[in-house]
């Protein structure tokens, strides 16, 4: 995910609204309580943030097209992933620099990438799990994360109010 | 067994921006009252006396709240205020209370005399995080075995008042001379119905819990604006049965935060202040008398943090199915929009209280996790950490 495109997207979007162009409209997918979540990585190091959890409506298929951070600080590649929560043993990832969730369960091996992954509400819960990496020390953060999904073919936007704040540390630091 | 429901109108002017649906115009404070029995039938033409409950200021014994509205019901049971119009003092009195007033909800039958009584809070404030929290209906039960009937035809007879703790040669003069005693007297056309402040108590009162699991702590930040929906009492006969809530909404200097190390699983205390109230009501006799109601309500979150000293259990660092990990050096928070409820939260004047907090910014979780295991988790029991009422820990 492009984070010049993310962030695009998210001024165009309340550029939008500002101007009245974008009617009011219930948020499709349960709203989270607002987290942030803090970790620290080492630099060319992947570090997993969970930051949503989407349970799709009875008799909709939901295909999910990208997430990208709002309010984003750094520098880091980021890509979004699709974790079914049932093939984790109903877990899933706060943050982590490790692939195993536990022994035997690798996200690796679980997760699939974003931008066709589609699921229906039999999925039961799906995890968006955003990999930052960076190849610089510093910190990477992100005030919240917008998901892009289609819903029975039609486009929809929600914003999660997910902040995280990565510190990408040197070697030895 | 007669319940009275208290539900809540009011329109809800959200103002989207550019920023979002953060800015909203005030409320119109409005309430509607349906009065039925136990099996949800309306009793029409019952009369409800509202009285505006000062609450996020301190209060001293001898205070007044009046119950200055009163309206019948229709032939459904409804009662509906559509705008209180509240006067400046009430309106200050909800802005000392964080935006939310309390009110207390008397049903009088047709000779006058109180039969039931809730509490409830209304949000009249214009934080658009606060506006949908406001109380859509609340439940009181009436001991009695009254069916559905008109309450309307028999009113204004001769109705016998309950124990009075003046003696009906007290005067108007006020309830601080001779709280001694109790005697029977009678009451005819029982008007000015008015919550008296007896005494008033500081108590600690659960606001959140904790649960810590190995190489990891955890912190609970509360205010520094409360926010605490706290169980309201009724004591008739010498019985407290629970009316209501108020929500208590006040703000203090600092907020207080409260951290728990590993292996601890403590509800977080902090103090609130409770008032015990007493009704009275003036009769046509003269008298200035005690109706039989006491009503017991917290007033204002005073302040302090600490746990308490009993363990929520012993060991629950055993996660279930809705569990998130987090590696070494991580931390995770949250900003709630409720906890789970706490039944026993406090007591005071001899009544088990409820409590119930959270909201936005003004009461936060947070759990550092330490670098002495790659994996620490944290889960729910119905739902993952971002929503669930409780979050529990593990560390295996």
Redesign the interface.
């Known amino acids: 995910v492009a984070v010049g495109v993310a962030v695009g997207v998210a001024v165009a979007a309340?550029?939008a609204?500002?101007a009245g162009c974008s009617p009011?409209r219930d948020a499709y997918f349960?709203q989270?309580?607002?987290?942030?979540?803090?970790?620290?990585a080492a630099v060319g190091a992947r570090a997993l943030v969970?930051v949503a959890?989407l349970v799709a409506a009875a008799d909709d298929r939901v295909v999910l097209v990208r997430a990208a951070p709002v309010g984003f600080g750094g520098t880091a590649r980021i890509d979004a992933w699709a974790l079914r929560r049932a093939d984790a043993?109903?877990?899933?990832?706060?943050?982590?620099?490790?692939d195993a969730?536990?022994p035997g369960l690798l996200f690796s091996t679980l997760a699939r990438p974003l931008g066709s992954f589609a699921f229906t509400a039999a999925d039961g819960?799906i995890q968006v799990v955003l990999a930052v990496e960076s190849d610089r020390s510093g910190t990477v953060a992100f005030d919240s994360v917008e998901i892009t999904f289609r819903v029975d073919g039609e486009q929809r936007t929600q914003v999660f109010p997910?902040s995280a704040s990565i510190s990408f540390d040197g070697p030895g630091c | 067994m007669r319940s009275l429901v208290v539900g809540t109108t009011g329109a809800l002017l959200l103002a989207?921006?550019?920023?979002?649906?953060v800015a909203a115009a005030p409320p119109s404070p409005g309430i509607d009252v349906h009065v039925v029995d136990a099996s949800g039938h309306a009793i029409p033409h019952a009369r409800v006396a509202l009285a505006v409950m000062p609450s996020g200021r301190r209060v001293a014994p001898g205070r007044v709240a009046a119950a200055r509205r009163t309206r019948a019901a229709d032939a459904h049971g409804l009662v509906r205020w559509s705008n209180l119009s509240l006067t400046p003092r009430e309106s200050r009195l909800a802005t000392a209370n964080g935006g939310w007033l309390n009110l207390t909800a008397l049903v009088l039958d047709a000779a006058g005399q109180p039969i039931a009584a809730t509490s409830l809070s209304r949000y009249v404030g214009s934080a658009a995080a606060s506006v949908g929290r406001s109380e859509s209906a609340a439940v009181v039960r009436v001991p009695g075995t009254a069916g559905a009937a008109s309450l309307r035809d028999a009113a204004g007879v001769r109705g016998a008042a309950t124990t009075s703790r003046q003696g009906p040669t007290t005067s108007r003069q006020g309830p601080t001379t001779s709280r001694q005693g109790a005697t029977t007297a009678t009451c005819t056309w029982p008007s000015n119905y008015r919550w008296e402040l007896d005494t008033t108590s500081t108590a600690w009162t659960a606001i959140g819990e904790l649960h810590v699991a190995g190489d990891s702590k955890a912190t609970l930040t509360y205010g520094r604006t409360a926010d605490s929906s706290i169980d309201a009492a009724f004591k008739v006969g010498g019985t407290w049965s629970l009316g209501g809530s108020v929500h208590i909404g006040n703000s203090n200097s600092t907020s207080v935060s409260e951290t728990l190390g590993p292996y601890l699983y403590r509800h977080v205390l902090s103090r609130f202040s409770y008032g015990l109230w007493k009704l009275y009501s003036d009769c046509a006799e003269g008298w200035h008398i005690y109706r039989g109601y006491d009503h017991n309500e917290a007033t204002r979150w005073v302040g302090g943090i600490t746990y308490d000293t009993t363990s929520i259990s012993y060991y629950d660092n055993h996660?279930?199915?809705?569990?998130?990990?987090?590696?070494r050096?991580?931390?995770?928070?949250?900003?709630?929009?409720t906890f789970a409820k706490v039944q026993l939260a406090v007591t005071v004047f001899g009544v088990n209280l409820g409590a119930q907090s959270g909201s936005s910014v003004n009461v936060t979780t947070r759990y550092d996790f330490g670098a002495g295991r790659?994996?620490h988790?944290?889960y729910g029991q119905s739902a993952?950490?971002?929503?669930a009422p409780v979050i529990n820990a593990s560390d295996a």
Do not use: E, M
């Not at chain 1, 989270?32 to 620290?40: A, Y």
């Not at chain 1, 043993?89 to 490790?98: E, L, Q, R, V």
């Not at chain 2, 989207?16 to 649906?21: D, H, L």
């Open positions: 309340a550029v609204a500002a009011a349960r989270p309580n607002p987290t942030r979540i803090t970790g620290s969970g959890d043993d109903g877990g899933g990832i706060g943050f982590s620099t490790a969730l536990r819960p997910a | 989207a921006t550019a920023a979002g649906p996660r279930t199915a809705y569990w998130n990990l987090f590696g050096n991580s931390s995770f928070s949250r900003s709630t929009s790659s994996s988790y944290l993952y950490p971002s929503n």
